[in-house]
């Protein structure tokens, strides 16, 4: 099992930087991918940025392009979401995941099984 806690969240305004981090604890995750997706209410969760643990090889959603830089650190076992220049649109519930199997670059949205509770984003404008 993998257990995931995200924490960094908060109440900003438009234009501002967050960054959130994801600690992991339980089982390696050097096989597995790491992502962040991100809810708003009435939405679907959605993907917002992955990276291989293994591999440090990202991938963004579009609409994060640029603006948001996911890294992680193997030695504190722990990645990050860097958010500049957040939008109100940006507000959601963050969650971190982790795929817990094979998968295939860049891993489907159903092939993560680990999820953590979540964090609050909110971007005032």
């Known amino acids: 099992q993998v257990q995931l806690v995200e924490s960094g969240g908060g109440l900003v305004t438009a234009g501002d930087s967050l960054r959130l981090s994801c600690t992991i604890s339980?089982?390696?995750?050097?096989?597995?991918?790491m992502a962040w997706f991100r809810q708003a209410p009435g939405k679907e969760r959605e993907f917002v940025a992955g990276?291989?643990?293994?591999?440090?090889?990202?991938y963004y959603a579009d609409s994060v392009k640029g603006r948001f830089t996911m890294s992680r650190d193997t030695a504190k076992n722990v990645v990050y979401l860097q958010m500049n220049g957040l939008e109100p649109e940006d507000t959601a519930v963050y969650y971190c995941?982790?795929?817990?199997?094979?998968?295939?670059?860049?891993?489907?949205?159903?092939?993560?099984?680990?999820w953590g509770q979540g964090t609050q984003v909110t971007v005032s404008s």
């Open positions: 995941a982790a795929t817990g199997g094979s998968y295939e670059w860049p891993p489907k949205k159903n092939e993560y099984d680990y």
């Open positions: 990276v291989g643990w293994s591999s440090g090889y990202t």
């Open positions: 339980g089982r390696t995750v050097s096989g597995s991918a």
